[in-house]
């Protein structure tokens, strides 16, 4: 064979409303903004890849702007002319010339993942050893920003079997006020409907340590990054204190950050995502190291489109330990969307593509409706 060389790579952001207001700690999403990634090669195949963040600059270090323009100006210089197939060697050359900028070396990942399961005619799944399961279960986020919308939609997703778990985002108001509004949510759904809830980093240890006394007591299953990312050492002396578990989420970033909190002991669960950790192949080590430490996995988004959703859900698909399932809603939060098949979601949870690559298609006619002029 002879050798296959990267030819081009277009970049483009999308912008799709989503279905209501969504709030964070941190910002209110009213539309979601993705960078879409295509990578032509010399053999005629094209990977598909996606890079997003949450509320702009607010969440991340990285926003859509800056991750267009450092593909466009940085990695692709770097990646054209080179060979598709060497996905290990692509990386390491990334990391070598571009120092973070994670998110924006996931979508490029999966669309180096994407193009090579094509090539070779396998699912996503089959390069990582292939999937324990055809289908992930995936909760859903209330977070209308108001209690009653919330347990209404909550209720109607239940009757639909759509989801049976729901996170709540907590953390923008004071703390009296978010404990009400959990209390009530999972009084109204009843003992058997898990609540989790995500704090965002918004709590210092001292709040921190007051609120969660009162969202045990409230019967709350999960408390997910109740601190800044880089106290480490608050969420271990959390994790020791509490029978609830704590999910580092912003702190479980890198291979490293897993290494660093199983030795601390500062989570019991790691809520995983491409984008944070760089591409799929570092979910792969994350979750090695969980596992070793007996730590939990649960399977994050970055309130991803179809194509970062399906990225995610190929590589979550492989993980033993994920046994807090997933929270891969992110096309379900939005009106529309860009590719020819959407994903299946029946029965609490997400079914995987098992066609060749990703297993999704670009609507091009829905790509010129959406994409950012
Ligand atoms: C996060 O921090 O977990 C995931 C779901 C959601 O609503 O926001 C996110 C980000
Ligand atoms: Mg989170």
Do not use: C
């Amino acid at each position: 064979m002879s050798e296959i060389k990267i030819t081009r790579i277009e970049t483009f952001i999308v912008d799709l409303p989503t279905i209501r207001p969504h709030h964070l700690s941190m910002a209110v999403m009213r539309t979601q903004s993705m960078v879409i990634i295509r990578l032509f090669s010399s053999d005629g195949i094209e990977g598909l890849g996606e890079a997003t963040t949450i509320g702009g600059i607010s969440y991340a270090d990285e926003f859509p702007e800056g991750i267009k323009l450092a593909i466009d100006t940085y990695f692709t210089p770097l990646l054209v002319n080179q060979d598709p197939t060497k996905i290990n060697s692509l990386m390491k050359l990334l990391d070598k010339n571009v120092s973070g900028n994670n998110f924006a070396k996931s979508g490029i990942e999966t669309a180096l993942l994407d193009a090579h399961a094509k090539r070779l005619g396998v699912p996503v799944h089959n390069l990582f050893g292939g999937a324990l399961s055809p289908t992930l279960p995936v909760l859903w986020t209330l977070a209308s920003g108001n209690t009653d919308t919330d347990i209404a939609e909550a209720q109607k997703l239940l009757t639909d079997k759509k989801h049976n778990v729901f996170k709540l985002k907590i953390g923008s108001r004071d703390p009296k006020a978010d404990i009400e509004h959990v209390s009530a949510i999972k009084s109204a759904l009843g003992e058997s409907v898990k609540i989790t809830v995500d704090v965002n980093q918004a709590w210092s240890e001292q709040i921190a340590k007051r609120a969660i006394q009162k969202l045990q007591d409230a019967g709350v299953d999960l408390i997910e990054q109740p601190l800044a990312k880089h106290n480490f050492e608050g969420m271990a002396r959390l994790s020791a204190y509490f029978e609830v578990p704590i999910m580092a989420d912003e702190a479980a970033g890198s291979v490293q950050d897993a290494y660093k909190l199983a030795k601390l002991n500062a989570a019991r669960v790691f809520a995983l995502k491409i984008a944070k950790s760089g591409g799929l192949t570092n979910i792969a080590k994350q979750a090695a190291i969980a596992q070793g430490a007996g730590i939990s996995l649960y399977g994050g988004t970055m309130l991803e489109g179809t194509i970062g959703t399906l990225a995610s859900a190929h590589i979550f698909s492989t993980l033993p330990n994920l046994d807090w399932g997933t929270e891969l809603f992110g096309p379900l939060l939005l009106t529309d969307d860009i590719v020819k098949k959407p994903i299946t979601y029946k029965n609490f949870s997400l079914e995987i593509p098992q066609g060749a690559g990703l297993g999704i298609e670009l609507d091009m006619n829905q790509v010129e409706k959406y994409k950012r002029k």
